[in-house]
């Protein structure tokens, strides 16, 4: 039973993996970047807590339109980073904002509101569950952001046009194959 949970929250952290490595590549502050990981940590714990708390009434709602939310942040984060790279310009204030810090675990999160509702209809101790698959979730976020800050380290300095180009293909494979 725990293994197919941890598998679970291995699926559902997937996205977050890719996208948190890219993001550990660009010029994120230290103190900003523990808070984007607390941040992280704290959008993929509760976000399946919510799901588990609104179960189907979510998944009448939401249909697929909640799992292309993640997809779409993707492709706009993509987009933004190739402007300023097209333009040279510093990303440093963009990426050391609290927009960055709210608004991308927030939205790369709504796939596991989606695996919280899921679970609801599981025999398994959902509340344990939830916290299991956000807990592996955030995990796999702060893996990611810490590992690609690590990398950076010996890659030139303007990575900002790969980071985004690699963000713009991760969101439009989500878009055409319905995941992460």
Known sequence: MLGTVIFFGVLA??????????????????ARKHVLALAFTACE??????GLALGRFLLWCAGGAAARIGPFMMLACGIVILFYAVRGEDLAGLVNGNKMIMGVPVALSFDNL??????????????VSALVIGLVSAVMSCTGLYLGAWVRRFVPNRMEFAVGAYLCVLAGRAMFTGGA
């Open 13 to 30: 952290g997937a996205d977050n993996l890719q996208v948190c490595s890219a993001l550990g590549l660009l010029p994120i502050r230290g």
């Open 45 to 50: 714990t509760m976000a399946p807590l919510a």
């Open 114 to 127: 989606l695996a919280g509702a899921g679970i609801s209809s599981l025999h398994y101790p959902a509340v």
